[in-house]
C-alpha cells in the first residue's frame, strides 16, 4: 500500500511563484515514475509534467520554461517525493492540481489529494 500526502496550494497572485509538493510513503521501494496534472473548472485532466526514476523531464508545452518538476534524490529514503515549481502563473493556471507515481514495472498508478491553486488578482 501507498499513500500520499500532497501539500502546497491556495491562492497566488498573477505572475508568481508557487511550489506544490507530494510525499509517498508505505510500500514504496519499487521504481517510480512521478507526473503532475491539472484539472480546469469545466475541462478534463490534463498532463503537465513526468520525471523518470532516472531523473529525465518532460513538460506540456504550454508549461514548459515555467513549471519544474523535481524529484527527492536521497535514494535511502523512507519516503519519496516529487515537486512541482511553478512560476509567472497566469489565471489560466488555475485548476486542481494532482501528483501521480506510477509503478514502472506494473503500471500501478497512486494518486495524491488533488490540491486547488488559484491564479487571481
Known amino acids: 500500500q501507498v499513500e500520499i500526502v500532497s501539500s502546497g496550494g491556495g491562492l497566488v497572485q498573477p505572475g508568481q511563484s508557487m511550489r506544490l509538493s507530494c510525499e509517498a510513503s508505505?510500500?514504496?521501494?519499487?521504481?517510480?515514475?512521478m507526473g503532475w496534472y491539472r484539472q480546469a473548472p469545466g475541462a478534463e485532466r490534463e498532463w503537465l509534467a513526468t520525471?523518470?526514476?532516472?531523473?529525465?523531464?518532460?513538460?506540456?508545452?504550454i508549461v514548459k520554461g515555467r513549471f519544474t518538476i523535481s524529484r527527492d534524490t536521497t535514494s535511502d529514503s523512507a519516503k519519496k517525493s516529487v515537486y512541482l515549481q511553478m512560476g509567472s502563473l497566469t489565471p489560466t493556471d488555475t485548476a486542481v492540481y494532482s501528483c501521480?507515481?506510477?509503478?514502472?514495472?506494473?503500471?500501478?498508478?497512486?494518486w495524491g489529494q488533488g490540491m486547488q491553486v488559484t491564479v487571481s488578482s
Open positions: 520525471i523518470t526514476p532516472n531523473g529525465v523531464a518532460t513538460y506540456r508545452n
Open positions: 501521480k507515481f506510477r509503478v514502472i514495472s506494473t503500471g500501478d498508478e497512486y
Open positions: 508505505g510500500d514504496i521501494y519499487r521504481y517510480f515514475a
